[in-house]
Structure formats: structure tokens, C-alpha cells
């Protein structure tokens, strides 16, 4: 009996440890369901961040020197159909937009310089192709558009000596230089030889020349630019993760008049620092707009990959004529009407104005001031970025400007004696891209779809399993208790006294009796 009872308590403690394990067990299961669904989001960031750092040979790298885009330019010409009436008669100038002209463009980066303090520095290469098959006609279909040269240097005359201005209509007397020319689109966009360039680079002194021979709105853009860009990569801090950090080495600009203007740490369009909210605002740098452009959110988008993004846009008082703008003007309030950012100070005194098409949020006197133009659509002439948030990568954007001169009535200046003042559209362009190749959007899905469902699966599954565990652990040592209890207590309950002694010969009753 001694030896079952020993063999029944070993059998029980053993039954109760292994319920102890599983119970254990389940414990952790819940701890680490509990951890993955606090903390499995911050771990996916880090990774996300390492993974987007620029590091040359990785996959993020190799997208972003040689990006898998295609993307397109398309090209709007206003041309000119009452030229000599404008002048002779001061009839409004009437406009007839021609396009789109497209131009399939492809983007490098070279000359790829590793820095110590977490950036890199580049030139960018553009190559422009010409697109027939989806332009309105070829790129030498002619157009009149004002004469930007000539009445950049009227313009800039006006406040000179009177001798000069004099001077200047008979050089244009004798070169047959008028307000208005014929060139074709090509010409417009890529460059012609102007008879005043020339004769500046023969005359000008040498520190004065301008850096080009030829005339040309996009001139010196196809190809591999000069400047030096310096980008931040990520290493060292991703909130600065694609942000310019100098260029052509430095580190701001010198047009305007303080600090806050003249930074150019924005991105440049293609990248944003990652985990991006809706209340942030990002800026991105370009060196023809001379300034960084804020961009606020408006709406969420899902792009054609089914991608999910924030469309970004800028404010509708970028360019107004504000408080707020006056660093952008040197000379003083007003330097540009409302809806107008004025670039002169980096165009070489070009009276450059830039808007967005049609003169989207700008002053509705300027549309009145021509004929032709249909009034502004928002979704036709707003410029936009939707950026997916998580990473930070543009996954379509359009970027709308229009490129108008402003000019200026000079009495002295035969050839432009009737021209009034008035800012005179020639141009706007679109520039963009409508999605990102399937084998960029299959990994972004996955970047952005797969850790919120893996957080569901491992936070609540883990839990889950864990509770289970839990409820069967205690529910079975409740039971083995019960059980055991019970043994104990039928053990005392049936326990009977020993049977009396009968007698017998073994006991030797019967002897005693007969004695």
C-alpha cells in the first residue's frame, strides 16, 4: 500500500508541472502579442529607415540615381493672331494656346559624390525626347510670341540715361529687331540665335556676359547641368532624408533679404523625409523658381497601383502680394501683382514673371488684359504632388507653371513707343508623372500593406492564442484539482475499520475453549 501511494503523488506532481509550462507559456504568448502590437510599428519604421537610407548599392540608391520613370512634359504656347493691331491700334493682345507639345524626359544623376557628413553630391543629366505621336502637330510648327530679348532690355532701359534708350532704338533700327517674333516651338523651348545676344557678347564686358549664346526658355536643360547638388542621404537623421543641403556649395541664396527666403533646404520633388502626416508642409527647391515652395495637404488620393497618398499643393497665397512675401522683393511692396512671383533677380534682369497656367489664383485683371485665354480649372492648372506617406516617395505629381513677361512702355524706344505695360503670357508647361512601374508600386504595396496586417496577425494571435492557452491551463489544473480533492476525500469516506476476528483454529479460539 505504502509503495501505490508514493506512485500516485509522483504521477500528480508531474500531471501539475506540465500544466504549470503550458500555463507559463500562454503568459508569455500574451506579453509578446501585447509588445508586437505596441511596438511592432515603431520596429517597422526603423526598418523602412535603414532600407530607404541612400547607401550606393542599394536598391533605393540605384531608384533614385536612375529613377524607372518616364516621365513627360507637355508644352502650351500662347500664340500671338493680332500682333501688328496690339501695336498700332492698342487692341488687347488675342491668344490662341497651342498643344500640348510633349517631350518624354529622362532623369540621372551623375558624378555621384560620397560626403562625410551624410550626404551626397550630384549634377543632374535631363534628356528630352520629342513626342509626335502624342503632340498636337510637330515641334517646328511656327508661333508669335513676344520678342522676351528685346523687351527684357527696353524694359531695363527704362529708368537709364535718355541718351541710352536713343542709343538702343537705333542699334534696333539697324538689326530690324521688332516686338514680336516668329520662331518655332522648338526655337522657343531649345534656343535661336537672337541678333542682341549677339552683339552683347561682343560688346559686354566679360564679367557681365550672360552664360548662354543663344535664346531659349528651356535652354540648357537638355543635358547634364553644371550645378553641383548636395543631398542629404538619411545616414545621419531621416528628417532631413532628401533635402538639399548646399548648392553649387552654399548653403542659401543671396536674392532676397533674410534667411528664412533665402534657405534651399527643400527636397526636389522626387523624395520627402518618411512618415509624413497631414499637417506637416513640405518644401521643395527648384533653381528657376528661385525660392522654396511650400506644399500643404489637401486631400488623400489612391493613385492607378492602388496605391493610398496625400496630395499636397500650395497655399493659395504663395504668390500673393503680402505681408508674408515681402522678404521676395528687395525693391519693396509691390514688385509683382497678386497670383505673380517675380524671378528677375535670378534671370539676369529679365523681367521674368511666373504664375501658375491660366493665371490660377492670381489677380483676374491679368486674364482680362488678353483675349483667348479660358479662365483657370483648379484641377487643370493646380500644381501637385501625393506623396505615399509612409516612405516619403512621390507616386504622381504635376508640376503647372506658366512663364509671362512683364514689360514696360518706354517712350524713348521707337519699336516699343505703343507697346503698354502689361504682363504678357508666353508659355506654360506641365511636368510629371501619372504613376511609378509595377515593380516599384509592388514593393511600396508591400512596404505599406504588409506590417499593419502582420501587426493585426502577430498582436492579436499571439493574444489570442495566449488567452486560449490561458483559459485551458487553468481550466485543467482546476479540473486536476477537483480530481485530486476528490480522491483524497473518497480515500476517508470508504475507509472501513478492520473486520472483526472470527473464530477459529488459526486464532486458537477453539482451543481456549475447550480448555
Not at 553649387?248 to 522626387?270: F, P, Q, R, V
Request: hydrophobic content about 40%; some cysteine.
Amino acid at each position: 500500500m505504502q509503495g501505490r501511494d508514493k506512485l500516485c503523488a509522483k504521477l500528480t506532481s508531474a500531471f501539475l508541472r506540465k500544466w504549470w509550462f503550458v500555463l507559463a507559456t500562454a503568459v508569455i504568448l500574451l506579453l509578446l502579442g501585447i509588445i508586437c502590437a505596441i511596438f511592432l510599428g515603431t520596429w517597422v519604421r526603423l526598418f523602412i529607415d535603414y532600407k530607404l537610407v541612400l547607401r550606393p548599392g542599394s536598391m533605393t540608391f540605384e531608384w533614385w540615381a536612375r529613377p524607372p520613370v518616364r516621365p513627360f512634359v507637355n508644352v502650351y504656347v500662347y500664340n500671338v493672331t493680332n500682333a501688328d493691331e496690339f501695336l498700332n491700334n492698342g487692341s488687347k493682345p488675342v491668344l490662341d494656346e497651342l498643344g500640348p507639345y510633349v517631350y518624354s524626359e529622362e532623369w540621372e544623376k551623375v558624378n555621384i559624390t560620397e560626403n562625410d557628413n551624410g550626404t551626397l553630391s550630384f549634377h543632374y543629366r535631363r534628356t528630352y525626347t520629342f513626342q509626335p505621336d502624342l503632340s498636337v502637330g510637330a515641334d517646328d510648327d511656327a508661333v508669335v510670341v513676344p520678342n522676351i530679348p528685346m523687351l527684357s532690355a527696353t524694359s531695363q532701359s527704362k529708368h537709364a540715361a535718355r541718351f541710352l534708350r536713343l542709343a538702343m532704338a537705333s542699334i534696333m533700327d539697324i538689326l530690324k529687331i521688332k516686338p514680336f517674333v516668329e520662331v518655332s516651338v522648338g526655337q522657343l523651348l531649345w534656343g535661336y540665335e537672337d541678333p542682341l545676344l549677339k552683339l552683347a557678347k561682343d560688346v559686354v564686358p566679360k564679367e557681365q556676359k550672360l552664360p548662354y549664346e543663344e535664346f531659349g526658355l528651356f535652354y540648357g536643360k537638355n543635358g547634364t547641368s553644371p550645378d553641383v547638388v548636395t543631398m542629404f542621404t538619411g545616414a545621419t537623421d531621416m528628417s532631413l532624408y532628401g533635402i538639399i543641403d548646399r548648392y553649387n556649395m552654399k548653403d542659401k541664396l543671396t536674392h532676397w533679404t533674410n534667411d528664412t527666403c533665402n534657405s534651399l533646404a527643400g527636397s526636389d520633388g522626387s523624395i520627402f523625409p518618411p512618415h509624413i502626416k497631414k499637417d506637416d508642409t513640405l518644401e521643395v527647391y527648384d533653381k528657376d523658381l528661385c525660392r522654396l515652395l511650400p506644399l500643404r495637404y489637401l486631400h488623400e488620393v489612391e493613385a492607378a497601383s492602388g496605391l493610398q497618398g496625400y496630395r499636397f499643393t500650395p497655399p493659395e497665397d504663395v504668390f500673393a502680394n503680402s505681408k508674408a512675401n515681402e522678404c521676395f522683393c528687395p525693391a519693396g511692396s509691390p514688385c509683382a501683382p497678386d497670383g505673380l512671383f517675380n524671378v528677375s533677380l535670378c534671370q539676369y534682369d529679365s523681367p521674368i514673371m511666373l504664375s501658375f497656367p491660366h493665371f490660377y489664383l492670381a489677380d483676374p485683371k491679368l486674364l482680362d488684359a488678353v483675349e483667348g485665354i479660358s479662365p483657370p480649372v483648379p484641377e487643370k492648372h493646380r500644381l501637385y504632388i501625393d506623396v505615399q506617406p509612409e516612405m516619403g516617395i512621390a507616386i504622381q505629381a504635376r508640376a503647372r507653371i506658366q512663364i509671362n513677361l512683364a514689360v514696360s512702355q518706354v517712350i524713348d524706344i521707337k519699336q516699343v513707343a505703343n507697346f503698354p505695360d502689361i504682363v504678357f503670357p508666353i508659355l506654360w508647361f506641365e511636368e510629371g508623372i501619372n504613376e511609378l512601374p509595377p515593380e516599384v508600386t509592388s514593393l511600396l504595396r508591400l512596404a505599406t500593406k504588409l506590417p499593419p496586417i502582420a501587426r493585426s496577425a502577430l498582436g492579436w494571435g499571439l493574444s489570442a492564442l495566449g488567452i486560449l492557452l490561458v483559459l485551458l491551463a487553468v481550466t485543467c489544473l482546476i479540473r486536476s484539482s477537483h480530481r485530486q480533492s476528490t480522491l483524497r476525500l473518497e480515500g476517508h469516506v470508504v475507509a472501513k475499520p478492520p473486520p472483526p476476528k472470527v473464530p477459529s483454529k488459526e486464532n486458537g479460539y477453539e482451543l481456549n475453549s475447550r480448555r
